[in-house]
Each structure stands twice: as structure tokens, then as C-alpha cells.
């Protein structure tokens, strides 16, 4: 394609807003344009590259059987309703009403669609299983759209959906997936890793995600150096190793702590270390209230608290509904009170005596205050994050912390859907069975995004030759001069077909030219300059920066040789 009649608005500055160095860089080159926030269009070259990701995704699960389809972006409510989730799913779905007043969704993901689509057609066991996959744009109202096409609240996503008669199909399938994943990430140029991850409310090891190494991030991927655990910081078990209390018993005794509300406050103003201090805090699940307490130098995992009680209706209690329970706000609670809440705490709290805990009244605390002799704990438990040098729960050694971006996740749903919607199948003795359905996403415009993230250098991107949006820019430093300029035409028409090029025939100046041509980032370059009279002209490789002048006649085949060794 000629550069002059492409649509590529490269920027010299920036908006100070676009933190992330791939949203810096697309903006940069011109690949994408903000329309509103969380909300962009994709330009020619970002459209090329989506296709090519899209491509790779297509060919990898037609591999394992996975087959295309398109489903509505457009949702009734009563889908959802059926499934649970109209209410369930919170301010992220993007609900609309049609001009009767109907309810609807944009679709933030598919699984009810999808449900409804096969329980009507999937009566027979022989018909199991079956993976079907599409690829199309979500909604989601996210909190913080931010990181450009990172977190984004509208992008693309391939999204698959298996259905199957045993668990043993359903395993099969998953491992497919799994598999086909780990060839997609590489082949379009990430550097990603799978990590086991949480699973919400249906509990288990029955997903993993898959995570592209990046500082900007947002999850913690906990790993060893010396196995291949590796899980989201979300999932990753502490495991209870006791330790020996340190200080004899001593009396309970209530001081005035004025303005103190964290621990590191309290730590402060009893010069003890943060973790003597213990933490309490109130939630409420499925509606009841409960109290929590862990040491002051650890942070509750309310991940954990969700997988511990078996479901996603876990909240912080308010303020209001703080003093009311138990007379005192935030910052001055403690497990010493006369009201029917159960008291959890992390296991570690049991290496501890005389505890610093709160008086359930405001500016006042307990010093030396005793499990057993002063308060009960109903339940020890894992409900904190791991710290980095913890040992792992596989025993391979120290947990070592990196950060990652999800851009895929595979997912054992089981029956979940099949049960609340009723998509049932007849099994070989013609019994009615719920469908068992596995899911599995990938973000296809975060992927672009985490491809630059791990693919660039100070003067712009390096795409991977898997997904360039052309494999070689074709520049001419001065198209007003007609040796270069008919030089630049011939080799363009010789050797378009063999690859995909951007010939910047634009009469602008050469550092403008060269500059474009390092921030797009096409793999090879072939600047027809001032030896076009002799038939010489200068090739560039985008990555290591090597060059060399070559003859014409030489040319196709030392591009060719170039080509096949890229990476
Ligand atoms: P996150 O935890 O980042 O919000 P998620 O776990 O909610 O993502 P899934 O429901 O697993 O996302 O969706 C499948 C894939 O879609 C994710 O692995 C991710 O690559 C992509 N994705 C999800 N949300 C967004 C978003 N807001 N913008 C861009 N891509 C997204
Ligand atoms: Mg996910």
C-alpha cells in the first residue's frame, strides 16, 4: 500500500494521560484514536495486526476442532435472568431498553448466549462434545478504563464455549485449549505465562490464566524458581508453618490510643512492631455480618474469603453498618465484643500472644489480649496474599513475585450453566443429563496492546514478523527526484505479492520519513536514496539495526533470505 494513502496519524507528543508505554506507543503511530473514554477505533495498521492475532487464534483452535460462529452482541435480559446474573452481574453490564421498554445487554462475555443456542439442538450424547468459538467486540462499564486497549470498555475477544457428556471430555478439551493457548502467545511474539488462578464461587483448580510478563501489569503472578508453579497472587495458598510465641502471658489492660486507625498508627504510637499488631475487620457474607483478623503486616485476600465461603457475596461492612453492630468505627475494632458475630482469623494469628487488638470503642485499645481467655476464634484459615520469600505451597522454595497482564484464561464451568438454563442432553441410557461446558477467552486488542508492551525499543515499536501490519517499509528519500522515485515505483510493483508492503512515497522530509517508519516498526526496510542512478539501495532490519546496501538484481532474494530468519 502507498503510505500517502493510508490512514496512519502518527503524534509527536502524546497525551501526559496514557501512562502505559503500548498505549503511548499505538497512540504514537498512529494505530489507534481514543473516541470516548475505554472506547477506541482501530486504525489501518492496528486493524491489519488485529487480523493477523485474529488469524493465528482462527487456525490454532480450528485445530483442536474448536468452529466459528457469531452471536448476537445484543442480549435479552431474560437470558440473564435465567441464568442469575441480570442481577448478579453489577454496574459493569451495559444494560439498554429497545423502544418497548424490553430490557437488554451489550454482552461483556457469552456464556448465557451460548447456553440457549445449543440446548434446543444438543439432545444426543453422540453430538458431544462440541467447542464452539467466536470473535467479536465485549462491553464491560469498567471502574477505571485505563492503559488504553488494556483495559478497554469496549474490545475484541475470542471467546469459546465446549460442551460435553463426562468430565473426562470436559478435561480433554481443557487441555486442548490449554495447549493451543500456549502456541498462540508465542507464535504471535508474547512472552506469556500460565498461571493457576482463582475460580470463584465453584472452588477447585479448574482454571488458569494466561499471563503476558509486563511491568504495567495489573496482576501478581507468584512463582518459583525452582518448579513451574506459578499462580495469580489472587489463588496463591499460604501455607501454615507455626511458630514459637515469644512472650509469656500477660494481663489484659484497655489504654487510649487517640487518632490511631491503621496498625502502622498503633504500631507507631506502641513502638511495637507492625506484626505484634492485629488487624480486625468486619464483611458481610450472603447478607450476615462477620469479623476477620490478621496480622498487621499482612493484607487480606477477600479472593480467598469468597473461595472460603463459597460464594461471590462478600462485602465490607459500611461504616454505618459498623457502628451500629458493634458502637465504634473503623480503626478501634476488636474481636472482644458481646454480639453473635463469628470471628475468623488467618492462621498466622495463632503464632501470636498478647495481642494489640481494638476495643470496639472509638480511641481506646486492648493490650495483651488472649485467644481463649479473652475472646474465641470460630475458624483459622488461609485469608491473606502471600508475601514475596514465603514458601510456596508446593514446597519448591521461596515465592518470587513478577507482574502480568490476563490476556487469556481457560475455564471448567461444569453445570453451572447448563443447570440454572436447563440445557440438558440424553446420555447412552437415554437418561437427562445437564450439559458440562468449559469457556475460553482471549483479549484480542489486548494482545495487540501486551505484543507492543514486550516488543519495542526507544524509537517505536518492533513488530514480530507473526503479525507486522506489512513485512517491509519501502521508502523513498526524495520522490522529487524521478531516478529515486521510478526506482522506488518499480521495486514496489516487483515486489508486492511476495511481501506485504508500506511504500512511503509521501514528499516529506527523510527524518520525518525515517522516524515514522522506526515508531511503526515494520520488520525490514528498503530506503531507495542517493544511489537509486546505480541501482543500489539500503536495507534495514527494524530489530538489531544492521544494514547493507544491495544491488536490485540482488535484492529479492537477499529480502527472501531476510525473511525466512526474522523472528
Ligand atoms: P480482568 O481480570 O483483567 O478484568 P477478566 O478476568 O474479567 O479480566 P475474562 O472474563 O476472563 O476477563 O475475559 C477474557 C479475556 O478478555 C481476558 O483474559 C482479557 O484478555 C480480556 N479482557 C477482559 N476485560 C477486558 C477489558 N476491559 N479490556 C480489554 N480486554 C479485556
Ligand atoms: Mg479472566
Redesign the pocket.
Known amino acids: 500500500m502507498k503510505q500517502s494513502k493510508v490512514f496512519i496519524p502518527t503524534m509527536r507528543e502524546v497525551p501526559a494521560e496514557a501512562e502505559a508505554l503500548s498505549h503511548r506507543l499505538l497512540l504514537k503511530a498512529g494505530l489507534i484514536k481514543q473516541s470516548t473514554s ?1 472506547i477506541y477505533s482501530y486504525l489501518p495498521l492496528a486493524t491489519r495486526v488485529l487480523n493477523n492475532i485474529s488469524n493465528i487464534v482462527r487456525e490454532e483452535m480450528e485445530s483442536i476442532d474448536a468452529v466459528e460462529i457469531l452471536m448476537p452482541a445484543l442480549q435479552q435480559a431474560e437470558l440473564w435472568e435465567e441464568s442469575g446474573r441480570w442481577g448478579a452481574y453489577g454496574p459493569e453490564l451495559m444494560r439498554l431498553k429497545d423502544r418497548n421498554g424490553r430490557e437488554f445487554a451489550l454482552g ?2 457469552h456464556e448465557e448466549v451460548v447456553t440457549s443456542l445449543v440446548r434446543d439442538e444438543l439432545k444426543s450424547y453422540k453430538r458431544l462434545p462440541l467447542t464452539l468459538f467466536q470473535i467479536q467486540s ?1 462491553y ?1 462499564d ?1 471502574k477505571r ?1 485505563r492503559f488504553g ?5 469496549e ?1 475484541i ?1 475470542k ?1 469459546a464455549y465446549s460442551f460435553h457428556a463426562d468430565e473426562e471430555s470436559l478435561d480433554a478439551t481443557y487441555q486442548d485449549m490449554y495447549n493451543a493457548y500456549s502456541k498462540i502467545f508465542k507464535r504471535v511474539g508474547i512472552n506469556a505465562r500460565p498461571v493457576v488462578a482463582d475460580s470463584g464461587a465453584i472452588g477447585g483448580n479448574h482454571t488458569h ?2 499471563m503476558a510478563l509486563s511491568e504495567i501489569g ?2 501478581t503472578i507468584v512463582y518459583s524458581n525452582e518448579s513451574d508453579y506459578a499462580a495469580n497472587i489472587e489463588k496463591a495458598e499460604v501455607i501454615y508453618h507455626p511458630s514459637e510465641k515469644h512472650t509469656e502471658t500477660a494481663e489484659l489492660s484497655k489504654i487510649e490510643t487517640p487518632n490511631v486507625k491503621t496498625a502502622q498508627e498503633l504500631a507507631d504510637f506502641l513502638n511495637r512492631p507492625l506484626d505484634e499488631i492485629v488487624k480486625t475487620m468486619i464483611f458481610k457474607v450472603d447478607g450476615e455480618f462477620i469479623m476477620i483478623i490478621i496480622r498487621g503486616h499482612h493484607e487480606l485476600n477477600d479472593v480467598k474469603l469468597k473461595a472460603y465461603f463459597g460464594t461471590e457475596n462478600v462485602e465490607m461492612a459500611s461504616q454505618d453498618e459498623i457502628v451500629n453492630l458493634v458502637g465504634a468505627n473503623p480503626g478501634s475494632l476488636g474481636p472482644i465484643h458481646n454480639k453473635e458475630i463469628k470471628i475468623y482469623a488467618d492462621n498466622y494469628v495463632k503464632d501470636l500472644n498478647n495481642l494489640v487488638i481494638g476495643a470496639n470503642e472509638d480511641g481506646y485499645h486492648y493490650v495483651n489480649a488472649n485467644v481463649e481467655r479473652d475472646f474465641n476464634i470460630d475458624e483459622y484459615g488461609d485469608f491473606r496474599f502471600i508475601l514475596e520469600g514465603e514458601m510456596l505451597s508446593d514446597g519448591s522454595g521461596k515465592a518470587q513475585f513478577a507482574e502480568g497482564i ?4 481457560v ?1 471448567k464451568l461444569g453445570t453451572k450453566y447448563s443447570e440454572a438454563m436447563n440445557a440438558t442432553f440424553l446420555d447412552n441410557q437415554g437418561k437427562a443429563q445437564p450439559l458440562i461446558m468449559g469457556c475460553y ?3 484480542i ?3 495487540l496492546s501486551a505484543i507492543v508492551e514486550q516488543n519495542n525499543d526507544d524509537n517505536g515499536i518492533i513488530w514480530p514478523k507473526s503479525v507486522t501490519p506489512f513485512d517491509l517499509h519501502l521508502i523513498t528519500i526524495n520522490p522529487k527526484k524521478d531516478d529515486q522515485r521510478e526506482l522506488g515505483d518499480q521495486l514496489y510493483d516487483q515486489l508486492n505479492g511476495q511481501f506485504d508492503i508500506l511504500y512511503d512515497d509521501r514528499k516529506e522530509r527523510a527524518g520525518v520519513k525515517f522516524n515514522d517508519a522506526d515508531l511503526i516498526g515494520l520488520p525490514m526496510r528498503v530506503v531507495v536514496g542517493k544511489r537509486a542512478e546505480e541501482g543500489i539501495v539500503e536495507v534495514k532490519q527494524r530489530l538489531n539495526g544492521e544494514s547493507e546496501e544491495i544491488h536490485v538484481n540482488d535484492l529479492e532474494n537477499y529480502l527472501k533470505d531476510l525473511y525466512d530468519n526474522l523472528k
Not at 486497549?149 to 470498555?153: A, I, Q, Y
Not at 490476563?406 to 484464561?409: N, T, W
Open positions: 475505554g461483556p462475555t465485549k464491560r469498567e478504563p486497549l488494556l483495559r478497554g470498555r474490545f475477544m471467546d490464566e494466561f495489573e496482576d490476563e490476556v487469556g484464561q475455564f477467552g482471549i483479549g486488542s489486548r494482545t
